[in-house]
């Protein structure tokens, strides 16, 4: 009956707990959800990405050690921990009043501006820092990894012996090589980025996607946990095909494999 | 059947001989709690009183951007006659000046603004500064103990009739809600004829004809301003602090008696849901109307320009201008008014106590703390009705059954280490050993009195198996005899308010204890409104409740204290029949309460409540688990707090701090009626609290479906506020926000610039002045 509405009416369900169509809900939390995910997601790429070049570039130095040591106290300090230290230092060391949620009440309805987004940023740069702590550690020691077996190929040498600089050796020959996983990866993140930041946002009630699929399984609101689970399995085949494409996109090999000139 | 009839008769008479076998003693002395500030008694009448004044202000900026422009009339004719005068000497800090913003956190959410349906406004006060009522017990923490009968509010004055069956009440006359519309004996007839009196109506206190004295009550209106009840009783003066916050404070009948189903085509279900949370300007007698709400963000309450209370000075009420309902969670509340970014907090879960105590010893802590008397209780509350309340199956059958036993209940308070419970909380002089019955920081707490079963797991053993338990099947667990519940192990599930950590941290200790004991207690954490619908339902075998105000004031929601009516007591209702099986100790405890709530006699009343504590801690009849003190935590900016508030004795802290007299000293008082960026640079730093900075200068409205000319349909907004084709949508919304200054500066349109095309006001009050936020009368 929920499956026949949704495909027949476009109609989600009722919400027992917030007291209005669950698409009303769904529709509140997905765009802010994106926004913020897109963004610790593309910080945490480049960043992690930026990491494991200067790592696999420099190997065994202190820099690819200090590198490595960050990414794996990023992979490993549970985010709900760093969350909770992070509230209390900035209440109760560092005297932020500011704290919680997206705006301040004072910009909350206001329209856009300059100010507005100062806020925002005021209000969400510890969750932006923890997710981007977090999510580095993986993209660094992947691409490290793929960049130290492509440094040691044989193309690699043969652009070296033409003479080109070592940076566009690097960056123009090896890395685009390298990045083929990560890519793949993207595909499957999409729909970790919508619930990944349960903890955080929980902890700095945040209303995302996350807190409200938890929210609606502790009180038993069984069609917005239905409609974010269809909407994340959604994310999750849209994400893979973006990927597919991305992918097709990058490596010519795939192309010609396809058919595709 | 047959054998759970001769078990329960087995039980009623072994519980004289076991009471010979445990030994009962009084609690002990717990020690003082550090901090706590002491109360200044006064007498009733030197808090407030009716009269006219010669002349009455209001802020500025009301008078330049409304009166001037002809949007309201002037402040003399939008107060009553007489309007409620608030006297100086009882204010703590003297009278006040205007503006600031007063910001709250909650962790519930609105449902709607249908109180009187059973919807929740989210707690937290909200509902207490919209809904006023007809008389007040909150203030009455500060007045002396001989002088307590509630404070009039919406009705003035009463008398009672010489038989003392008939109450006569006049009510308070010229008061106007917030959309102009005058109050009246009406809005209380239709809250007495259609919510209480309409069975299929439960409003969200519960309140039913029994909280008023069941069959034989009636109310009648005399005239537009004065009702009359009848009493079967006689001098029934505990009627009156039952007509206080939440049992009594009536809705607009204007606006709900349309929309229900006696009156209109709507289902029950369509008038509890008639105003969602996203209709703002529903019609209030309160300070403050809610004119935003964005969800899981906040709600945003502005002054009302009809509030019918003034301060001696003959300045309208309230000073500050703007209420904030930061929709958060409730352990947020404590870190938000700590940190400072919320002003008001109930420091009443005991995890945050140590901290929240350390920050606000330092001399830059934003927020003061000061602690109270031990009021805040938990009871274990066993479901005694045996009688089929709740429709209960084989198994829930068998534990009310021991639910009724007096050796069970011992042994399961034998069984608890309070002392254990108590620390899982919070360490520290804070919490004290609870077994039941009245807080001790109650005025008629008798340590004497009170019977208490110490910590014997041993003894709790054997009480079990005189109760007839015992562990059959070798498992650590308990069972049943054979022939109740097929001779399964005992399982009793716990229902407790998920939302709580304190609720929860509580019943993992029971349960852990109670495994030790042999008893298999299996919790269940269900969220607060899901709670009190099985609550009333009957649909639970124990509850884990914080004590209401009943066993800390006593004298507020008496009738909870027994079984007095067939639905009035929380967890002991009538069955099917319409009959409360009530135990022989119980009729005891129901004699005591009634005669409690007839008499006069202080004294009497002193030593009733000693005979009530006696009998009701002697027989377990709640299982007490924890007590401690609780804290009010207040941003240091606030003026007019009365000193020793406590955060819950009649009512919550926030109704009885009486916020409408709290007051902030703005560095500068010269920003009169002024050009918003006069105004923004003379205002404090509070002023950039306020909800859109740079539109402070607004008012609540009308609501458009009321409105002359108005289609009815809140769900979907007031389609005729949309612009009309040609005009650029952000250009329109501005000027339909009614901010004056924006329109006068886009060429001097004024008043009618927020009207729908077409319509016409019916008076002048009703024309809009507002701050509807247009994006969220739109349907999504």
Known sequence: MWISGIVMHGDFGHSLFYNKPVAEVVAERLPRTLALAVVCHLLASTIGIGFGILAATRQYSWIDSLLSFISFLGMTVPRFLMALVLVYLLVFKFDVSEIGNFYSPAYGGAPWSFGKFVDLLQHTWPVIAIATFGGLAYNMRVMRGNLLDTLNAQYVETAKAKGLSRSAVVLRHAVPNALHPLVMYQGVVLPYMLSGEIETAIIFTLPTVGPAIVGSMAVGDVQVTATFMLVLAATLLLGNILADLALAWLDPRVRTRLGVA | MNQLKTLALLCAFGSPLASFAAPATTPPVPADVPGTTKISFVARDTIEQYKALPNYQEPDWVTEQFVKTGKLPPVAARLPKEPLVFKTANMADGQGVYGDTLRHVIGARPEGWNNWAGQTQGWGGIDIGMYECLTRTAPLFQVKAEDQEPLPNLARSWAWSADGHKLTMKLIEGAKWSDGQAFGADDLIFYWDDIINDSKITPLAATSKGTFGGEGTTLKKIDDYTVQWTFKDANARQYLFAMAYPNFCPGPAHVLKPQHPRYSKNTYDQFKNAFPAKYMNFPVMGAWVPVNYRPDDIVVLRRNPYYWKVDESGRQLPYVDELHYKLSTWADRDVQTVAGSADFSNLEQPENFVASLRRSAEASAPARLAFGGRLIGYNLRMNYSANGWGAPDERGQAVRELNRNLDFRKAVTMALDRRVLNDSLVKGPFTAVYPGGLDSGSSYYDRSSTVYYPTDLTEAKALLAKAGLKDTDNDGFVNFPASMAGGKNVEIVLMVNSEYATDKTLAEGVISQLQK???????????????????????????????????????????????????????????????????????????????????????????????????????????????????????????????????????????????????????????????????????????????????????????????????????????????????????????????????????????????????????????????VDQRHRHAR
């Open chain 2, 517 to 771: 004991l042999g008893l298999r207690v299996i919790l269940s954490a269900v969220p607060g409104n899901q709670r009190e619908s099985l609550s009333t339902d009957g649909k639970f075998d124990w509850s884990l409740l914080r004590n209401l105000t009943e066993l800390g004031a006593v004298a507020q929601n008496t009738e909870q204290l027994a079984p007095i009516g067939p639905k009035t007591y929380g967890n002991h209702r009538a069955g099917p029949d319409g009959q409360v099986d009530l135990m022989p100790f119980e009729s005891e405890l129901v004699k005591i309460i009634n005669r409690f709530i007839l008499t006069t006699d202080d004294k009497e009343r002193v030593d009733l409540m000693k005979k009530y504590q006696k009998v009701a801690t002697e027989n377990v009849y709640t299982t007490g688990l924890s007590e401690y003190a609780g804290a009010l935590i207040i941003n240091k900016r606030f003026k007019n707090i009365p000193v020793g508030t406590p955060i819950l004795l009649f009512n919550w802290a926030e109704d009885s701090i009486i916020r409408e007299r709290v007051w902030y000293p703005r560095r500068s008082r010269a920003s009169s009626s002024c050009s918003r960026r006069r105004c923004r640079a003379s205002l404090g730093s509070t002023a950039r609290q306020a909800d859109h900075r740079l539109r402070h200068v607004r008012l609540p409205c009308v609501p458009p479906d009321l409105r002359a000319g108005g289609p009815r349909d809140p769900q979907r907004g007031d389609l005729r506020h949309h612009p009309g084709p040609g005009r650029r949508l952000r250009g329109l919304s501005s000027q339909s926000d009614g901010f004056p200054e924006r329109s006068q500066q886009r060429g001097g349109r004024r008043g009618g610039a927020d009207l729908p095309q077409g319509a016409r006001p019916r008076q002048i009050g009703a024309r809009a002045l507002c701050l």
